[in-house]
């Protein structure tokens, strides 16, 4: 959706926007970001003299791959998004206005959402991950494993892990 900072003869003008993004899926620092359902996007634009104050909230629910147990998950995303776009603003993480004076909306939401996607990404905040002999999802069950903590090698290796 594309909303214009010049095409007013008003002073200021407010627009009520609702619109979907049907990507099903996005790619982000190489990882894509998979969309079950369509980003519903709703919010109000006010452009005054120039600038764009955007107020917008994106919804959808994403499949996700646990990073330390490597399960897909599913979990819902909700992203408020409060900026205000000028002609001009070189500030990190607008998105550029369009020649012409156009602002597309959905490159504003898309941007919002990447912005928002933590790097390491968990199916639950205690995931216990994977066994690091075996492969076994503890998760699930726990494995049979000897405790990696008797060699004190291994100990270094496990303070390394703890940090994943
Ligand atoms: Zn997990
Ligand atoms: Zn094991």
């Known amino acids: 959706m594309l909303i214009s900072l010049h095409d007013i003869n008003k002073k200021s ?5 609702e619109f979907a993004i049907t ?51 599913e979990r819902d995303l909700v992203v408020e998004i409060d900026e205000k776009i000028a002609e001009g603003g070189e500030e990190e993480g607008l998105v550029p206005v369009q020649e012409g004076g156009f602002i597309d909306l959905k ?9 928002s996607m933590p790097i390491k990404v968990l199916c639950k905040e205690d995931c216990k991950g994977l066994c690091q002999s075996c492969g076994t999802n503890l998760n699930i069950r726990e494995c049979d494993c000897a405790p990696v903590d008797e060699d004190p090698r291994l100990s270094a290796l496990k303070d390394i892990f703890k940090e994943v």
């Open 23 to 73: 990507a099903s899926q996005l790619v982000y620092n190489n990882e894509e970001i998979r969309t079950l359902e369509p980003i519903k996007v709703t919010g109000t634009v006010d452009v005054t003299e120039g600038v764009a104050a955007v107020k917008l909230t994106a919804k959808t629910r994403l499949s996700e791959t646990c990073s330390r147990c490597l399960e897909e998950f």
């Open 13 to 17: 003008v407010t627009k009520i926007v």
């Open 107 to 115: 490159d504003v939401v898309l941007n919002s959402i990447y912005i």
